[in-house]
């Protein structure tokens, strides 16, 4: 049957608004709710043997992975290398037998994602697929299949099928790192536990649409926005700034907050709107510092942070978006809706086809 947009306006808003439900869903059938504990899908070969994971993919895929790698070396301590699939295969990269390759991909058919999988199979590497279409050639061709149960995906801008492949790779490394016997039985319960209350966060997150919707009229007008972050919220950084400019046509950059003084500092002026991501805890204050630098060169910041961020740093700001207090591991699937919000507004203050933007494919299958 054919996908409709119901009483949304744009079948990109209303995948923003199914992500609670279908990350509930995706988590659903990798969390054992009887046991708080983390489960995956059958497979014939021991996970926690694994002790190096390669990860290829493109676009937002490519940033749901560098979110993954934090997790994976957190959690797993296994050594993570990641690379867009354009990149990876002609860099002839070093493929130890036994390795575990990654590939991350909505459709399961973008060309060269597909064929680093074949390169990775051909290499002696065990081929791990997170996709969304069950039916594509990734998930055929893959030994341990790791669907998303996001559902069709029509605006040709990802949005749930990132917060649902977040939320499958979070489940991945929790289930390595138990297998590797480096996380107790209470430490999966508290990992299951997060997860779970994600998409009540997200719901919440979700609740400043009508904030989001005003303020995307300041970042209308801009020619180039910033976006900042740390840790797993820098791959966010990355996916707010593709999201601006994959529909609103506005140029825009993610860099992680500390890199900033290495050379996009240089373009700070009062015409440049700088969005940083930043949850309270322990990096917050360097990245308070951060805001500070581009403050003191006369830039506009929009914080997206949580009540107690926003007490210590919110003043001065031209704007804030206030987020739920969450757990670190699932801020980035909390994360992700603020920035999706920012870049649909104002795509939709400038008039742009947001489900079908120019030059853009859904699926990309040619290299
Ligand atoms: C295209 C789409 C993006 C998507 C990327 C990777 O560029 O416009 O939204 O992130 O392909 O697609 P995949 O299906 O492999 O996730």
Redesign the pocket.
């Known amino acids: 049957a054919a996908v409709e947009k119901g009483n949304y306006r744009h079948f990109m808003q209303k995948e923003i608004f199914e992500q609670p439900t279908v990350v509930a869903q995706t988590l659903s059938s990798y969390l054992r709710r009887s046991d708080n504990s983390v489960a995956l899908p059958q497979f014939d070969f021991d996970i926690g043997s694994v002790d190096r994971v390669t990860i290829v993919?493109?676009?937002?895929?490519f940033y749901a992975g560098m979110v993954a790698k934090y997790w994976l070396e957190q959690f797993a301590r296994v050594p993570v290398d990641i690379d867009v699939a354009s990149e990876f295969r002609y860099r002839d990269p070093v493929l130890k037998p036994g390795g575990l390759a990654l590939f991350?991909?909505?459709?399961?058919?973008?060309a060269d994602?597909l064929a680093a999988l074949r390169h990775c199979k051909e290499n002696g590497q065990i081929i791990g697929a997170v996709v969304n279409v069950p039916t594509s050639s990734m998930a055929r061709e893959a030994d341990l299949l790791l669907p998303t149960h996001a559902g069709p995906e029509i605006g040709?801008?990802?949005t749930k099928?990132f917060t649902c492949q977040l939320a499958v790779l979070a489940a991945l490394a929790a289930h390595m790192a138990v297998r590797k016997g480096l996380m107790s039985r209470e430490e999966e319960h508290d990992v299951v536990e997060h997860l779970l209350e994600a998409p009540a966060c997200m719901n919440a997150a979700l609740d400043h649409d009508d904030d989001i919707a005003a303020m995307a009229h300041l970042i209308a007008p801009a020619r180039d926005v910033l976006y900042l972050g740390r840790g797993p919220d820098y791959p966010l950084a990355l996916e707010g700034a593709l999201k601006l400019k994959?529909i609103s046509y506005i140029h825009a950059e993610g860099y992680a907050s500390g890199e900033m003084k290495h050379g996009p500092i240089a373009l700070i002026d009062d015409l440049v709107p700088v969005i940083v991501l930043a949850p309270s805890g322990p990096l917050f204050e360097k990245t308070v510092s951060n805001m500070e630098e581009v403050r003191a060169r006369g830039g506009k910041i929009v914080l997206i942070s949580d009540a107690e961020g926003l007490a210590l740093a919110g003043e001065g700001c031209i704007a804030t978006i206030e987020m739920p207090r969450v757990h670190p591991l699932i801020a980035p699937l909390v994360y992700a809706i603020p920035v999706q919000l920012l870049a649909y507004h104002t795509a939709c203050v400038k008039g742009t086809d947001v489900d079908q933007p120019r030059n853009?494919?859904?699926?990309?299958t040619v290299e």
Do not use: N, P, R, Y
Request: glycine share 8%.
């Open positions: 993919a493109c676009g937002t895929s991350i991909s909505q459709s399961g058919e973008t994602t040709v801008a990802s099928a994959e853009l494919a859904k699926s990309v």
